[in-house]
């Protein structure tokens, strides 16, 4: 974090990394996000997750067609999956929901900026098909596969995305 | 962030704070928090949210109530309540799910660990009946209550709570 003034630094360096170096990610590195993953909060503290981490570059390429061809995921050298146990997480959020995307929309979130920190590049891919990436990695019938990220160090700065003026998003007392 | 070495010291502070001084929050704090929610990604950056901001007593109180009587809460001179609009987010996520819970995750933790590093106290409620609160703030029929968070100094550290070790929430290559 040397680099990083403050938490909104990092928040604003994160970008969608499109593109990948033929670079090794160090082990250190890897071990650091995933500790952002693994103490993330989750409903009733239950952590109803599992990160497959897929460096096999086979698997890798038919992650890329599961993923509806986005061929950049294949240049990275690591692709992360974030996978949730429904049965495990909290049923009733709301009263009637269940929590797991939320808890991954969490953690996963927590690895990214750690990775974000580290310098290195991700992507959160939500555009796949659940039931082909769960055949190419063998997840069990009653686990959700929420999403998935290359990671790798970054071969493209990304794209500053506009996003809506604060006053269209907040609201006082009433929605 | 000058109190924080990384991200990794921001997300280990960061606990269910159960107790809040009668004290107010400074503009510029939740400014600053705001703004790490405004700057989160969502599918398609389609931004599909809103924070109501409640710091009326008298909708406080009714909110404990609809939070299953979490008294704590009202201790809290703010109420962040995290609300989507289903219809505005992306509808295919991993093929066929929609994205909202998700993008809230994301957003909202973002503004969870921001006010971790500006020393306030949160607590994400996932135990509240979504019908109740919509009542209470006026929110439409077809938005999502998703969470709520308490806001403020914590008169209380929080517990640690366990978290699974690394080997239980990793694989390699399968799941």
């Known amino acids: 974090m040397e680099n990083f003034k403050n938490l909104l630094e990092i928040i604003k360096k994160r970008k ?22 693994r103490l993330a909060p989750s409903a009733r503290n239950l952590q109803p997750w599992k990160v497959i981490i897929v460096d096999d570059k086979t698997l890798i390429n038919k992650l890329v067609i599961a993923c509806k061809n986005q061929t950049f995921i294949g240049e990275a050298p690591i692709v992360l999956v974030a996978c949730a146990i429904e049965k495990e997480a909290y049923g009733t959020m709301g009263g009637y929901f269940n929590s797991y995307p939320v808890d991954i929309g969490i953690a996963f979130e927590h690895l990214i900026l750690a990775a974000t920190e580290q310098d290195l590049g991700t992507c959160w891919i939500g555009a796949f098909y659940e039931n082909e990436v769960k055949k190419i ?39």
Chains 1, 2 share one sequence.
Request: hydrophobic share 30%; no cysteine; proline share 8%.
């Open 16 to 37: 969608s990394i499109r593109g990948y170096l033929n670079k090794e990610v160090e082990k250190e590195k890897i071990d650091y996000i995933l500790e952002a993953f």
């Open 137 to 175: 990695l063998g997840v069990p019938e009653d686990v959700r596969v929420v999403a998935l990220t290359p990671l790798g160090y970054p071969n493209d700065s990304g794209r500053d995305r506009p996003r809506k003026p604060i006053k269209e998003i907040i609201s006082h007392n009433k929605y």
